[in-house]
């Protein structure tokens, strides 16, 4: 097991039961989890001309700044639905059960810039799969997507087959 993993501590049954949660406070609280995760997850982008990093809600919001900073990027929000104060576009996902959305500002991605996706992690992928819809929508052009934890047993990945996934931990049970 990798210095990085060591530090997600597995939850059992939470949100509700039969999930195992990976819990990544232990690694934010220590600087060498924090800084070795940045580095991590913005290595394989470093040489990619980045302009944009965007996030998703809200776990994506820690490592997709910092991992802007690192990439020397901005960084923008993607959020739960009625929190972003401007005008938005929208997009729909299933969920095992019932549906989600999200929201972008409309004017946060402008056409052709360079974008990498980032969220804490990869499990079935409709989150990321409907987030980069939403930012392809707006012109931007996604270079690669970026996580912390891959749940390769969903097979998450198939959503994003057309896009440079990169995963740092990648839990196969
Ligand atoms: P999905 O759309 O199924 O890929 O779910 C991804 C989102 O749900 C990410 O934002 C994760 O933070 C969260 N998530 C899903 N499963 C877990 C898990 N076992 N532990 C922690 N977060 C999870």
Do not use: W
Not at 17 to 26: A, L, R
Not at 102 to 127: C, F, N, P, S, Y
């Amino acid at each position: 097991m990798s210095e990085l993993e060591s530090m997600i501590r597995d939850v059992p049954d939470f949100p509700k039961k039969g999930i195992i949660f990976k819990d990544i406070t232990p690694l934010l609280a220590t600087p060498q989890g924090l800084a070795g995760a940045t580095e991590a997850m913005a290595a394989p982008f470093l040489d990619r001309q980045i302009d944009l990093v965007v996030g998703i809600e809200s776990r994506g919001f820690i490592f997709g700044t910092t991992v802007a900073m690192a990439l020397g990027a901005g960084f923008v929000p993607i959020r739960k639905p009625g929190k972003l104060p401007a005008a938005t576009a929208s997009a729909s996902y299933d969920l095992e059960y019932g549906s989600d959305s999200i929201e972008i500002h409309a004017d946060a991605v402008r056409k052709g810039q360079r974008v990498l996706m980032l969220d804490d992690l990869l499990a079935t992928g409709g989150t990321m799969q409907a987030a980069c819809g939403l930012v392809e929508k707006l012109g931007g052009r996604i270079v690669g997507v970026s996580f912390l934890i891959e749940l390769a047993f969903l097979d998450g990945r198939k959503k994003l087959a057309n896009h440079d996934v990169h995963s740092v931990i990648v839990v196969s049970y």
